[in-house]
């Protein structure tokens, strides 16, 4: 059952797995009020384009249910695709990403956020990386940019100017952890995946054996992933300097920018987790020829 599970989260705006600490949730409410937290919340999800990416995220996500259709039911589901689309609703994909954010980011680094992607350079980082998103849907696309990712590194060795960029986003890379948080994540939804179809009664196995199908598409994912993260990077970051880009990584250092990373990951882990395992549960329903 390898192959279409690997469901790759690749977030890729300096964007942890786990349970949610309330600290910083909590503060901020306590230091800004319940209105003016509100405010500083909802200019932070739309100054990162939280709504815009989760909508690429939906698109993926309902492609992925047809792929799981393809290969668990007969006749591809009949009513799947209804069933998928009401997996995929947005408000609570909203909901988990924010809780994971509020779960982190303190009243001090909320504003600090905010003041960095209201500004031109942050306004564009952004709307860089969600134009590449919206890019990568096309297969084509994405396979140009990995390309383009192997002609780079090719030309990096005699080029001073393209081994500094893919050195800045290697960077970039690095310091957020991306690589190791993504395929994090990937394996986690991928047994979630699981542990739904097992539950509905879709797939007989025990949890060790669970457990070891899924751990044996880690070094898939992690070669895909790196691969997947530098040749987007390269691709959403092309118009812009390499100052913008230091920049960048330099706010990923300061503690609202592990913050940010910490929360989106959370957010995006959960958001994923909890889809990942109602599309196995809703699997092993509709093998079995009930509705839902």
Same mark, same amino acid.
């Given at each position: ?8 989260? !690749? ?12 600290? %910083? &949730? ?6 800004? %009020? ?9 200019? =932070?999800?739309? $100054?990162?384009?939280?709504?815009? =990416? ?14 799981? @259709? $393809?290969?668990?039911? $007969?006749?591809?589901? @009949?009513?799947?695709? &209804?069933?998928?689309?009401?997996? +995929? ?5 909203? *909901?988990?990403?924010?809780? %994971? ?29 969600? =134009? ?8 084509? *696309?994405?396979?140009?940019?990995? *390309? ?47 542990? %739904? ?40 970051? !092309? ?8 920049? +960048? ?7 609202? @920018? ?7 990951? $959370? ?9 990942? +395992?109602?599309? @196995? ?12």
């Amino acid at each position: 059952m390898t192959g279409i599970l690997t469901l790759l989260a !690749a977030v890729c705006m300096s964007v942890a797995s786990g349970v949610l600490p309330e600290r %910083g &949730a909590v503060r901020a409410e306590t230091e800004l %009020g319940v209105e003016g937290q509100a405010t500083e919340w909802r200019r =932070l999800s739309e $100054a990162i384009a939280v709504p815009e =990416l989760l909508e690429v995220m939906r698109i993926e996500g309902v492609r992925y249910g047809d792929e799981i @259709g $393809a290969e668990f039911l $007969a006749d591809g589901g @009949g009513s799947w695709q &209804a069933v998928v689309a009401r997996i +995929y609703d947005r408000d609570k994909m909203l *909901t988990a990403v924010m809780t %994971g954010l509020k779960g982190e980011i303190a009243d001090e680094q909320l504003a600090e956020l905010n003041v960095f992607f209201a500004s031109e350079r942050g306004r564009q980082i952004v709307r860089q990386e969600i =134009l590449a998103r919206e890019a990568f849907l096309d297969p084509a *696309t994405e396979e140009a940019a990995r *390309t383009a990712l192997a002609e780079a590194e090719g030309a990096a060795e005699t080029d001073a100017a393209t081994a500094r960029r893919l050195e800045l986003l290697q960077a970039y890379v690095d310091e957020n952890d991306l690589v190791d948080f993504n395929v994090a994540g990937a394996l986690t939804s991928n047994y979630r995946f699981y542990r %739904g179809l097992a539950d509905g009664g879709g797939w007989t196995v025990s949890e060790d054996e669970m457990l070891a199908e899924v751990w044996a598409q880690e070094d898939e994912i992690r070669v895909d992933t790196t691969e997947w993260l530098m040749a987007y990077l390269l691709m959403a970051y !092309a118009p812009l300097s390499d100052g913008d880009i230091e920049a +960048y990584v330099a706010l990923s250092k300061t503690p609202a @920018g592990r913050a940010l990373n910490r929360g989106l990951f $959370a957010g995006f882990d959960r958001m994923y987790a909890d889809l990942s +395992y109602a599309l @196995g549960l809703a699997a092993a329903v509709q093998m079995q020829g009930e509705d839902l």
